[in-house]
């Protein structure tokens, strides 16, 4: 059975950090595009970062460029979302999830597996 499973979130001051995992079941995260979505109340669902299997390389989102750093552990089969300096425009529930497409910009548009989400929210 593929499973996904979020954790991590919580509540935190601007500026501070947080990290997320997500640890996959039934299937082998190093195989697939794997990234990080959020989707925040009354706004549209933004793709934070993905990493492709091939090369191991990173995509991440302007908004979030600097400040989250995404890592794949493929002998824990779990990735990961390190955030820093986190915002008030950071909160919203935080999705890991695989795609059919390479990382890019779009990777999050097909989706195929997605957990349940973790709660972020940034403020003081």
């Known amino acids: 059975q593929v499973q996904l499973v979020e954790s991590g979130g919580g509540l935190v001051q601007p500026g501070g950090s947080l990290r997320l995992s997500c640890a996959a079941s039934g299937f082998t995260l190093g195989y697939y595009t794997i990234g990080w979505f959020r989707q925040a109340p009354g706004k549209e669902r933004e793709g934070v970062s993905c990493l492709s299997s091939s090369d191991s390389s990173a995509y991440y989102a302007d908004s979030v460029k600097g400040r989250f750093t995404i890592s794949r552990d493929n002998a824990k089969n779990t990735v990961y979302l390190q955030m820093n300096s986190l915002k008030p425009e950071d909160t919203a529930v935080y999705y890991c999830?695989?795609?059919?497409?390479?990382?890019?910009?779009?990777?999050?548009?097909?989706?195929?597996?997605w957990g349940q989400g973790t709660q972020v929210a940034v403020s003081s």
């Open positions: 999830a695989t795609s059919l497409s390479r990382c890019g910009s779009s990777w999050y548009v097909v989706i195929e597996y």
